[in-house]
């Protein structure tokens, strides 16, 4: 164990201790990308439903933690607190004035487990490219409404 000199003593006195990787702790709601289960996103967390996969990763993790975003609306919290406490899992709301983190909710552990998908994709629709054939057949029925 190091000692500590009066200089680093006095300085975390005025700033506070070190923190490793303080940008990254205020995205993910206090805690690190390599410690984290799922992730979703303050609009995903909007969502009507309890996302299927969160509730599974709970179900799954009961030895990791829920962070929530205090930032986001309660009402819209409260169904991941809900499926939190039901299952034993321990829940965090994280308020951070400084920053609005765009992280909605966060399983993680409280060490490191490397987890390379972290993020639910949301169910957008594949944009296919326009072809040629797809932009005159809005165009022909304009054609046709003019020839009139």
Same mark, same amino acid.
């Given at each position: 164990m190091s000692k500590k000199t009066v200089d680093e003593i006095i300085e975390q006195g005025i700033y506070g201790a070190k923190e490793i990787n303080p940008d990254e702790r205020r995205k993910f709601l206090g805690t690190l990308r390599e410690?984290?289960?799922?992730?979703?996103?303050?609009?995903?967390?909007?969502a009507n439903q309890v996302q299927p996969e969160v509730e599974d990763a709970i179900k799954n993790n009961k030895e990791a933690k829920l962070?929530?975003? %205090?930032?986001?609306?309660?009402?819209?919290?409260s169904k991941y607190i809900k499926v939190a406490q039901n299952n034993n899992v321990s829940y965090t709301i994280v308020t951070n004035k400084e920053h609005n983190s765009e992280i909605g909710l966060v399983l993680a552990y409280d060490h490191a487990i490397d987890k390379e998908d972290i993020y639910i994709n949301e169910n957008k629709p594949e944009m296919k490219p326009a072809t040629q054939e797809d932009n005159s057949? %809005?165009?022909s029925f304009l054609k046709k409404w003019f020839r009139r």
């Open positions: 410690r984290i289960v799922i992730a979703l996103t303050a609009s995903q967390v909007r962070y929530v975003n %205090g930032n986001v609306d309660y009402s819209y919290l057949g %809005g165009f």
